[in-house]
């Protein structure tokens, strides 16, 4: 029996190979029901049975839909994967060559799945909102997954980045100070080695003086001790 699922299996029965409807197959003395209008695909179809506008990621509409992503999240959502779904199938399966036509399969396995299984409207749409819990859930450990990431691979090194920053500005701060250093040192050095330089030169010419003055005095002594 085939194992597709069971949105997939109603829509592809549905519509032909044109998009046109496909004609109803009637049974014996069976009245045809009201067509039922199930969504295009299920949990368990790919972006790709959807319209083009039917979801985010459209061409022209926004990022295009990674299907890894996508099936990552289907596998944990899938309401072929559930034991409504299982129910349902059981009875649907075995209905597999009969004449009878898609809607009135489905709805012949839902009430055998009631009568036998004890499977009710409320049940088959609480199972939805349990996936939809799930979906929450799944999106809320990837968003701690996401802030986890963040915090290691982003914050980190926007730390790391800023500590760098604050070194640079540091040493810009210790640069200057040290320019400012130096420029002191630097007008001190020259103050100090024009100091010197002018203790030399008056040196130099007080000795020279005191030279002339010694050489004259000792030439008056000597004319005089003769």
Known sequence: MSKDSIFKRIHDTLVTDDGEAAPIVKGTNT??????????GSFGATPSSFPASGFPGAPG?????????????????????????AMIHKYLD???????????????????????????????LATFDTLKQLLKAESDR??????????KEVTARQNQLQQIADTIAQKQHEIEQLQMTHTQVAGELAD????????????GLAAQRRSAEIDQQ????????K
């Open 94 to 124: 075995a209905m597999e060559g009969t004449p009878l036509d898609p809607t009135a399969k489905f709805k012949t396995a839902l009430q055998q799945a009631a009568r036998l299984e004890g499977l009710t409207a409320d049940k088959v």
């Open 192 to 203: 100090a080695q024009t100091k010197v330089s002018n203790a030399t030169t008056q040196f």
């Open 61 to 85: 509409i926004g990022p295009v839909l990674d299907e890894a992503v996508y099936k990552t999240v289907l596998d944990k959502t899938n309401f072929d994967n559930t034991t409504t779904a």
């Open 31 to 40: 009245p045809t029901p009201a067509p039922y209008n199930m969504p295009y």
């Open 142 to 151: 990837f968003a701690t997954s996401v802030n986890n990431m963040v915090t």
């Open 218 to 225: 000792q030439a008056q002594f000597s004319a005089l001790l």
